[in-house]
């Protein structure tokens, strides 16, 4: 502990002692002298409340304290408040009021601004907003000079009546300002760690010795009486432990008081850190941060300055091999990947992203490029391979028939679209259909008509070329699309084909005969729809069947 730190302890143990005595000499006064009582009480409250508006002010250029910057400007006023209050009092002869409604009057707004003070005070104890000191002192400014005006013009409600005591408003008053209190006690709760736990404690109880003032002072019916001695009594405990708070604190660990938001901040960032650190180090994505490397002003590659344990996992390149290698280096390539890409992110400071196939990986990444700091540069890599491969698979199967992996009819009509805009002839469309499916499923069961469809579909695509369309288009349908092809070349394709199906019957033991119909159409001239080639062919397909 410091030399300055060891001379205010043992001042303020002497403070404690001295404290303690007078407290209880102010008891002892209170059932024999109550004006003394009361005027040295509420002088003790205006002397702490002034002593707390300097520290404010001295502080408010040196500290972002919202909490001590608002409070200690709102109890200058409400010392201003309760000064008045004194000299107002019964007895004192200050004010000729002939009675005791003034001093109650302001006894009660002092109160009230007290109570809503240190709630607006516990609200704005964390914001990051910057506060306005001229501004809240002219707003107190005006508040003040708005409660005078109110009092000298008598339209501030009446607090006591004499020979009938308290009035309805200001036993109200006390209970909506302790539920202020009471609120103001759970902000401070909510607040704790704002507050060094000597500290937190010491305001707690002076909260909790104020409501128990404020209660007190519901039921007194002579400004003299035992209940108002009660309230003084508390109030003066409470107004003890602010003078601990603020004083003993503020002059024992002036930092703890004025500058403890310097440490909140910095534990914050720390957990921050930790949590930014928690991310990095556990992310599914590949983190690697990045420098440009120029030479004779140009850029000619990156140096990779720090990476995550995922990239490890996804690029497979160990981190020590990594950090502090340039990008050629790590990717093996004359041509360092995507530099023109990673100085255009640097330069704007936009973000940009890319899908990206790895040959040498056989994977895909998407890469995200952000650049925070001037010369550098993050990639964010994100395996998507799985995500590739679902698509391609959707993609497959959105074209091609689940049970033969020919081509299904959307794609046929696709392509028959596509023939239609370029008008490529000669080609040739052939309209294939199985016979008696529906007798092979009702006879032998669906698994079986399932085997002729394959196989058929199987005979097809071994007899067609590579540049053929070979598609399922229906139950028992196919079509071939034959392009650049004419009438005397399909009808070989054709023979080909109905050579197959006998080949196979003889070959393979079936419980029926695996039997086609066939149908060809071509075009020959440019004009001609495709539609129409695939009419004619379907046609001649079904006047085949019918022979049969």
Not at 346 to 370: G, M, N
């Amino acid at each position: 502990m410091s030399v300055t730190g060891n001379v205010f302890s043992k001042i303020l143990n002497k403070t404690n002692l001295i404290l303690f005595i007078f407290f209880i000499l102010l008891i002892f006064i209170s059932f024999n002298y109550f004006l003394v009582f009361h005027t040295l009480v509420e002088l003790f409250s205006v002397i702490i409340a002034a002593i707390i508006f300097v520290i404010a002010t001295y502080s408010s250029s040196k500290t972002e304290n919202h909490f001590l910057i608002i409070l200690g400007i709102a109890y200058g006023f409400i010392g201003s408040f309760d000064l008045l209050h004194t000299l107002a009092y019964k007895g004192m002869g200050v004010f000729e009021t002939g009675g005791s409604n003034l001093a109650t009057q302001l006894w009660i707004i002092a109160r009230y601004m007290e109570s809503i003070s240190i709630a607006i005070a516990f609200l704005f104890i964390t914001t990051n907003k910057k506060y306005n000191f001229n501004k809240i002192i002219y707003s107190y400014i005006t508040v003040t000079l708005l409660i005078l005006l109110s009092l000298y013009l008598k339209v501030f409600p009446n607090c006591f009546i004499e020979e009938v005591g308290l009035t309805s408003f200001k036993i109200i008053s006390e209970y909506i300002i302790s539920g202020i209190l009471i609120y103001g006690l759970f902000l401070l709760y909510k607040n704790k760690d704002y507050f060094e736990r000597y500290v937190y404690n010491l305001v707690f109880v002076s909260i909790i010795f104020t409501i128990f003032s404020e209660i007190a002072f519901t039921f007194y019916v002579d400004v003299y009486g035992l209940s108002n001695i009660t309230g003084h009594i508390f109030k003066l405990l409470s107004v003890i432990l602010i003078f601990k708070a603020i004083i003993e604190t503020g002059f024992k660990h002036p930092y703890d008081l004025l500058f403890r938001e310097i440490k909140i901040k910095k534990d914050q960032l720390e957990e921050e850190k930790k949590f930014i650190e928690n991310i990095y180090n556990n992310i599914n994505e590949g983190i690697c941060v990045n420098e440009l490397i120029y030479k004779d002003g140009n850029l000619v590659d990156y140096k990779i300055i720090d990476a995550n344990s995922a990239y490890k996992q996804i690029l497979e390149i160990p981190l020590n091999k990594a950090i502090g290698r340039l990008g050629s280096e790590i990717y093996d390539s004359e041509d360092v990947p995507f530099l023109d890409l990673y100085h255009k992110v640097a330069e704007s400071d936009e973000a940009h992203t890319i899908e990206k196939y790895f040959e040498s990986k056989d994977k895909y990444f998407r890469i995200t490029v952000t650049s925070p700091i001037d010369g550098q540069f993050i990639t964010l890599f994100h395996d998507i391979t799985k995500m590739k491969e679902k698509e391609e698979r959707i993609r497959y199967l959105s074209f091609h028939d689940k049970l033969t992996g020919l081509y299904n009819r959307r794609y046929f009509e696709n392509e028959m679209d596509k023939y239609n805009k370029s008008r490529l002839t000669p080609f040739s469309i052939i309209i294939i259909d199985l016979d008696k499916l529906k007798r092979i499923n009702d006879n032998y069961g669906h698994n079986i008509g399932d085997k002729y469809l394959k196989k058929t579909a199987h005979i097809l695509s071994e007899i067609t070329r590579v540049e053929d369309i070979v598609a399922r288009i229906g139950g028992d349908e196919f079509a071939i699309i034959l392009p650049e092809t004419n009438k005397k070349k399909a009808n070989k394709i054709v023979r080909r084909i109905k050579s197959k199906f006998e080949e196979i019957n003889k070959k393979e033991d079936l419980p029926m005969q695996l039997s086609i119909s066939l149908g060809l159409a071509t075009a020959n001239d440019n004009k001609e729809d495709i539609n129409e080639v695939y009419i004619r062919a379907d046609k001649q397909m079904y006047q085949n069947k019918l022979t049969k």
